[in-house]
């Protein structure tokens, strides 16, 4: 059975910083792609970055390149997202995936987290 749990979201000012993390349980972490998606009130789930399961290749969405970066410590089974000069449009349920992935605009994973709350203060 594969768990996936994050933590580390919360309210932050514009400008300011926050670093949500993801513990993985129950399947080989360091072969799985693991991925953070979002979705806002509204808004469409939208992927944010992913990162491979060595860490040697990520990606990040445009809209928050250079603010966010992704990484994982696979010792720990852990994934984090840094995210930093976070705006008022970056609020948002962050969801925490495992093999991520896009497809015909339909939003995929092998597993998912509960969530966690990111709320930007303007």
């Known amino acids: 059975q594969v768990h996936l749990v994050e933590s580390g979201g919360g309210l932050v000012q514009a400008g300011g910083s926050l670093r949500v993390s993801c513990v993985a349980s129950g399947r080989t972490f360091s072969s799985s792609s693991m991925g953070w998606f979002r979705q806002a009130p509204g808004k469409a789930r939208e992927l944010v970055a992913v990162?491979?399961?060595?860490?040697?290749?990520?990606y990040t969405a445009q809209s928050v390149k250079g603010r966010f970066t992704i990484s994982r410590d696979n010792a720990k089974n852990t994934m984090s997202l840094q995210m930093n000069s976070l705006e008022p449009e970056d609020a948002a349920v962050y969801y925490c995936?495992?093999?991520?992935?896009?497809?015909?605009?339909?939003?995929?994973?092998?597993?998912w987290g509960q969530g966690t709350q990111v709320t930007v203060s303007s």
């Open positions: 995936a495992a093999e991520p992935m896009v497809v015909g605009g339909l939003q995929k994973a092998d597993c």
């Open positions: 990162i491979s399961g060595g860490g040697a290749t990520t």
